[in-house]
């Protein structure tokens, strides 16, 4: 096959939500039309159970879950379907914001009955910044939930989203019958049992077809064509390009634990949703068509057994084609390195690959080479931009608790910032180092691993910081910047990469200090 069919034949998204909207069931159902899997259950959940805090086994086993479900990749008509994971639980919510630097779509997954949820708002929004293209699943028909009209509002408001339904239930909850495909044009009846098989529906192509009052009655079949009509009269008809540009956001209804409504979503999405996208960089925009290799770190992942302690290297390859054994430059280290054993993923195994295309992810072992965002090409001096850290939630200092260990502590440190299990600050003042996260668990995850994997213990102390804000003077040599530096000295800080940041400690601070300082910006996340 040429270069430009496996570019072509590529679609790589995520699948978001907000806990328990049914992310894990609909992937599990898109690997079992796709004969990745054979059977339901096979897919584990990857989410941190409520009220696992404390329990660090429960960490670990999860750790391990979500190195085999990071990439679920798998073949369905010809094209190869490559599906990020993304964790739910909103203390990982910032792996999830850099998993999507590297899809080139997403579907989003809501409850019929909850509605949009705030997470899934603020996944959203992180979508519409990069502009990715959206696809709605509304979730769980065979339950009572909202009226279909008011969700489709709901999604355009809260969402911010342009929304066109590609399907419509006839129907909800105790009288879910089925859905009208507006795609395809026809109707799936629902038929109660379908929960093990696939393809067990029936089809009836035409709305006006005299079965549908059969099947249906003649109030539930008069109620559905208005319905369509009135769909069909208020949403734009669906346009792909649109659709591409994020513009304009199909939505499904389904059931994904029924597997009702899934394949209709399925066969949409390999039709319509984009393969691999041009990347921004640092220097010019990539496309995936040019021959030569490059492709960004977007996430790495903690080897299980603390004896190894290698990582996994997560890379999305931009352009060209990635082979083993080859030597690319790392462009922040600016050396060669070689990867003897490259993982590619399948479903739920790895296996070493000798080629990889556009679209794809490559798990790469690494020892310690890598940070999240990192660039490899071959030869060019590339960055790829658009992996900025958010402000934490959370701030406490760290402290060692053993001072023969200090070595190993700032190692371990380092090494988990390099990950981005949280963001590390060093206060201008005297040289403290806070620890931010986006929720509580990290804080004992980090303590967890450091004494597992690094051999040192260390305490935490609690800070009361409101918000991280990364500050921009217009002019670094202004009067103004100065007394701010001045004023502000107890509060200010340096993160990873020695870019200046302010630590707020109230709302009220921070809104007085942006009017007292009106030529400093001051933003709530790195890159701007
Ligand atoms: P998540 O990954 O988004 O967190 O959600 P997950 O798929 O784990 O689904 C959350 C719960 O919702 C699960 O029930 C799942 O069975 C259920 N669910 C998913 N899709 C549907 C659907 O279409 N209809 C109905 N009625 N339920 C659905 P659970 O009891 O929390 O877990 P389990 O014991 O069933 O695994």
Redesign the pocket.
């Known amino acids: 096959m040429s270069f430009s069919s496996e570019i072509q034949r590529r679609r790589t998204f995520g699948i978001v939500?907000?806990?328990?909207?049914?992310?894990?069931?609909?992937?599990?159902k898109l690997l079992l039309f796709g004969g990745a899997i054979q059977e339901a259950?096979a897919v584990k959940?990857?989410?941190i159970k409520k009220g696992a805090t404390s329990d660090f086994m429960e960490i670990e086993r999860q750790r391990g879950i979500s190195v085999a479900t990071s990439v679920l990749a798998f073949e369905y008509n010809g094209i190869k379907i490559n599906i990020l994971d993304t964790p739910?639980h909103k203390d990982f919510a910032e792996d999830t914001f850099r998993t999507l630097t590297a899809v080139d779509s997403v579907i989003v997954?809501v409850?019929v009955a909850k509605g949009v949820e705030e997470q899934t708002e603020k996944l959203v929004k992180v979508c519409r910044m990069r502009n990715i293209p959206i696809i709605i699943f509304i979730?769980?028909?065979?339950?009572e939930g909202k009226d279909a009209f008011d969700l489709l509002d709901e999604v355009e408001q809260k969402l911010g989203l342009k929304v066109t339904p590609l399907s419509f239930p006839i129907g909800m909850g105790y009288d879910f019958k089925g859905i009208y495909n507006l795609w395809e044009n026809n109707i799936n009846l629902f038929t109660g049992n379908s929960k093990k098989k696939i393809n067990d529906t029936l089809e009836i192509s035409d709305l006006n077809d005299s079965r549908l009052n059969t099947i249906l009655g003649d109030s539930a079949s008069k109620i559905l064509r208005d319905e369509i009509e009135l769909v069909r009269g208020i949403y734009p008809k669906f346009n792909k390009e649109i659709y591409q540009e994020a513009n304009l956001h199909p939505v499904f209804f389904?059931?994904?634990?029924?597997n009702?409504g899934v394949k209709e979503l399925l066969d949409c999405f390999i039709d319509i949703a984009p393969m691999p996208r041009p990347k921004a960089s640092e220097e010019r925009l990539v496309c995936p068509e040019e021959d030569k290799f490059s492709g960004f770190v977007f996430k790495i992942h903690a080897n299980m057994d603390p004896k190894h302690r290698d990582r996994l290297a997560f890379v999305k390859i931009v352009s060209g084609t990635f082979k083993r054994n080859t030597p690319y430059l790392h462009v922040r280290q600016n050396r060669k390195l070689k990867f003897s054993s490259p993982n590619a993923f399948f479903a739920e195994k790895k296996e070493i690959i000798d080629i990889s295309y556009p679209g794809d992810i490559v798990g790469l072992h690494d020892t310690g080479n890598f940070k999240i965002g990192d660039t490899l090409t071959e030869g060019e001096t590339l960055n790829y931009t658009g992996i900025p850290s958010f402000s934490p939630e959370h701030f406490r200092y760290i402290n060692n608790v053993d001072p023969m260990k200090s070595k190993q502590l700032s190692k371990g440190i380092d090494q988990l910032m390099d990950e981005g299990v949280a963001q590390l600050f060093t206060l201008d003042l005297n040289g403290r180092k806070v620890i931010g996260t986006v929720g509580a668990l990290q804080y004992e995850v980090i303590q967890y691993r450091l004494e597992h994997e690094y051999g040192a213990k260390c305490s935490y102390e609690n800070l009361n910081i409101h918000k991280a804000a990364w500050v921009e003077p217009e002019d670094m040599k202004s009067e103004e910047f100065n007394e701010f530096k001045r004023i502000k000295q107890r509060f200010l800080a340096k993160d990873k990469l020695g870019q200046l940041v302010f630590l707020a400690d109230s709302k009220f601070s921070l809104q007085m200090t942006e009017q007292k300082y009106p030529s400093i910006k001051f933003h709530l996340n790195s890159e701007f």
């Open positions: 939500s907000h806990p328990d909207a049914g992310k894990t069931t609909l992937t599990e259950g959940s990857n989410k739910g997954v409850d979730n769980k028909l065979d339950r389904g059931s994904a634990l029924n009702f």
